[in-house]
């Protein structure tokens, strides 16, 4: 499981959005998204850039799985865990119900 991030959520949008504005400025956007990291204090430009990835493929921008579908599939996910785990179980008990049956039972 990823750990939280440490950098409050305002933060990381008010970064992407400093990115696309002062994007023009810079010859590339890696040269854009460093500024940015270093006049914000985030400690790796890599943050940074996943940040605008993530923000390119949530605003349909870039292909890729948004934070949307992400959540989605992490619930499945947890959910289907849930669901095997619960067959499991029931299928222990429907084997041990079924070996009692099986045994022979002797009237006194």
């Known amino acids: 499981m990823a750990r939280p991030s440490s950098y409050p959520l305002e933060l990381r949008r008010r ?3 400093m990115v696309a504005e002062v994007r023009g400025d810079y010859p590339t956007e ?3 998204i460093k500024a940015v990291a270093e006049k914000l204090g985030i400690g ?3 943050t940074l850039r996943k940040w605008v990835r993530q923000d390119q493929v ?4 870039r292909p890729g799985t948004t934070t949307e579908e992400s959540a989605q599939i992490k619930a499945l996910k ?5 669901l095997k785990r619960a067959n499991e179980i029931l299928k ?4 041990f119900f079924a070996a009692e049956l099986d045994r022979p ?3 006194s």
């Open 15 to 17: 970064a992407v959005r």
């Open 44 to 46: 790796s430009n890599e």
């Open 30 to 32: 890696s040269a854009a």
């Open 105 to 107: 039972h002797l009237r």
């Open 78 to 82: 947890r959910e289907n865990a849930e």
């Open 92 to 95: 222990a008990a429907a084997s």
């Open 58 to 61: 949530d605003s349909g921008q």
